[in-house]
């Protein structure tokens, strides 16, 4: 009998932030098809995807616009080098994102964590290159997460990884999160926002001569189980930021294209005239293609390019990647901004948004819920338990229920596609109450995953 799919996947593939010998137990489930929220395996089982498969997917699998963006530029363009040659969808997405963010020159990559490294490295070089060398360092917060590789990691504060790769990292510094659960007993949510306002003063007040930038995911920490801050706190870095001279990087890579709300997060946070504020640096992925292929963006000033521009090669901005603005990947994001605008989605969430909190009420009620939080399409809930092998039992559980849920440590979270119908939200919420109460139920096993909770 031939092998599955599964099988030879695990033989193999060697799959991501995974601990291979747990596929002995427990094989990858093989999908063979998406359709709009749904996933199907192999064995024709559907699965609601409500995670949008590592919080990418916007519109669902297999969305017709960018579908049909993609077949067009195939027979027209499907890829060239980016150095010393340019193209129309390129060029469009470029001025559409300037548009979007008030940041008018794009920098290309394809995935999240290179989007990271770019920043840093952008940052860090124009104050180079702007004759203040000493400017090199940078700033992460407690729980932030921005990326695998090694400059990401040195941002990024989830012990397993830091662990790990240590020697390879310059670990830069580690301020307290506004995550509102990080409050201390007796301490509301603006007396902690301010606390740790406080703190990002004092240390930019003493380093800010070596610091290049501070890097935020605005508003949602993901991989810290969806830790939710003000948007005061954002207000307040950007003034520091000003006042110091240090860059403001805002990691939307995965928060952006509406997942809090807001096109993009970080414009839920004001400034002193009442605008929404605008960083330094964006980076973008994940949702910029709608899930559909690898592209990541790095949106900057006038300022910061203006650094660059010089007669010397080593003046320039030292990077690059084979895939640079992929057409294909430019047709997808297009077509991604084109839905916001046609469809007007954020709206459109707000309905859905409201629909799925009220159906999730049994959930936020559940006697093992200690904390819930909920902010545009994504919802989280910390479970009562101090399993370590929660996670995982969830995860597998919910498959059998048809959902992808991967909760993060305790943390249970949705952040499901933006093309739920009333069926689909019923059968998520019920689906994961049934999941939960068959997990809790069970007696506690040793975890099979690699201690990744983001991931198990």
């Excluded at 999240?112 to 360092?137: F, Q, V």
Aim: proline residues 5%.
């Amino acid at each position: 009998m031939p092998a599955s799919l599964a099988e030879r996947s695990r033989q193999a593939v060697w799959h991501p932030c995974t601990q291979m010998k747990a596929h002995e137990a427990h094989p990858p489930r093989a999908i063979v098809r998406g359709e709009g929220p749904w996933l199907i395996d192999e064995q024709g089982h559907r699965i609601l995807d409500a995670v949008s498969s590592w919080w990418v997917n916007l519109f669902g699998h297999g969305f017709k616009p960018i579908v049909d963006a993609i077949t067009d530029q195939l027979v027209r363009l499907d890829h060239t080098m980016l150095a010393g040659l340019t193209h129309a969808p390129v060029v469009e997405l470029s001025e559409r994102l300037g548009a979007l963010t008030g940041l008018g020159h794009a920098f290309y990559a394809s995935d999240g964590a290179s989007a990271t490294e770019i920043a840093l490295k952008m940052s860090a070089h124009s104050w180079r290159n702007r004759g203040m060398p000493g400017k090199h360092r940078f700033i992460g917060l407690q729980g932030g997460y921005h990326g695998e590789t090694a400059g990401a990691l040195s941002v990024t504060d989830i012990p397993l990884f830091r662990e790990a790769y240590a020697p390879l990292l310059r670990l830069s510094a580690t301020l307290p999160s506004p995550d509102l659960r990080h409050a201390a007993s007796g301490v509301g949510p603006d007396e902690h926002t301010a606390a740790c306002v406080r703190a990002l003063a004092d240390h930019l007040a003493e380093h800010h001569a070596s610091i290049a930038a501070f890097i935020v995911e605005p508003l949602v920490q993901g991989a810290a189980g969806m830790g939710i801050h003000s948007p005061t706190y954002l207000s307040a870095a950007r003034a520091l930021c000003n006042q110091h001279q240090v860059h403001l990087i805002c990691d939307e890579i995965a928060v952006g294209f509406g997942r809090t709300g807001t096109m993009f997060a970080h414009q839920q946070a004001l400034d002193a005239q009442g605008q929404s504020i605008r960083p330094d640096f964006i980076c973008l992925s994940k949702g910029l293609t709608g899930g559909v292929l690898p592209l990541s963006a790095v949106l900057t000033t006038d300022e910061v390019y203006g650094a660059f521009w010089d007669d010397r090669t080593a003046h320039g901005f030292l990077h690059s990647h084979s895939y640079t603005g992929n057409p294909l990947a430019c047709r997808a994001a297009l077509a991604v901004l084109d839905t916001f605008e046609r469809d007007d989605v954020v709206a459109r969430n707000r309905v859905t948004a409201e629909r799925l909190s009220a159906l999730a009420e049994p959930l936020t009620r559940h006697p093992s819920v200690k904390a819930h939080r909920h902010i545009g399409m994504i919802w989280a809930w910390d479970i009562a338990t101090s399993d370590a092998s929660f996670a995982a039992r969830f995860h597998r559980t919910a498959l059998d229920e048809g959902l992808l849920l991967r909760p993060i440590g305790n943390s249970l979270y949705f952040m499901p596609p933006y093309a739920l119908t009333e069926s689909d939200m019923q059968h998520l919420v019920d689906g994961a109450l049934r999941t939960l109460g068959q997990v809790l139920a069970q007696d506690a096993v040793p975890a099979a995953s690699s201690g990744d909770e983001r991931l198990a």
